[in-house]
């Protein structure tokens, strides 16, 4: 079973989510019609003055290896390298595990597509803040675990509990459906 970047993403806010989507939403449109439109845009680079490399924006990417699959906001592909970035509108702070999972999984996926190592990648709020992280092996160990729980998650199929933080869910949009299961 595939994972989607952003699927993982919500897992790791609530595991609940992936469950109620897989179920009771549409779970790959996005991706599907992402990976359909797949374009560059060369005049954007312009923009971000970046030298030396190659942009893919939201470029459909996947692993065969790890069954997983990604449309990041930006890769970059150096000589030697690739990075990953991805846009966060409402980037408090330092980025969460989740928003960080989401971006390593679309570098694991750019990783192989291009044959090139996965070296950091970088989570951008609207307001210009820019954190950098290093994708070590504790923290690509850290993700594929995760990815490995999530797949576990939707093969059984059962609902996982709701989560304790009750704040958590007043941005979700799966609310209506969650408190009647
Ligand atoms: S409403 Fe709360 S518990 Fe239910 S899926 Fe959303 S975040 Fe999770």
């Known amino acids: ?3 989607f970047a952003e699927e993982l993403r919500q897992f790791i806010y609530c595991p609940r989510i992936p469950f109620l989507r897989h179920n009771f939403g549409t779970r790959t449109s996005t991706y599907s019609m992402k990976k359909g439109e797949t374009y560059h845009q060369v005049k954007t680079k312009r923009k971000y003055q970046l030298k030396d490399c190659q942009t893919h924006y939201q470029h459909y990417v996947e692993s065969i290896t790890l069954d997983i699959a990604a449309v990041p906001d ?3 592909v150096y000589d030697d390298h690739v990075i990953v970035i991805e846009h966060k509108r409402f980037l408090l702070g330092k980025p969460h595990f989740s928003v960080i999972s989401q971006a390593i999984v679309g570098g ?3 990783e192989e597509q291009f044959g090139l190592p996965l070296k950091e990648v970088r989570i951008v709020g609207f307001n210009g803040i820019t954190y950098k992280i290093i994708v070590s092996s504790q923290l690509r160990d850290e993700v594929v675990s995760a990815i490995r729980e999530l797949r576990n998650s939707l093969v059984e199929n059962t609902p996982p509990n709701p989560i304790k933080n009750k704040k958590k ?3 979700c949009e799966y609310q209506n459906i969650c408190w009647t299961i």
Do not use: F, T
């Open 74 to 76: 930006l890769i970059l």
């Open 1 to 3: 079973m595939k994972i």
């Open 108 to 110: 694991l996926c750019a």
């Open 169 to 171: 869910c007043h941005a």
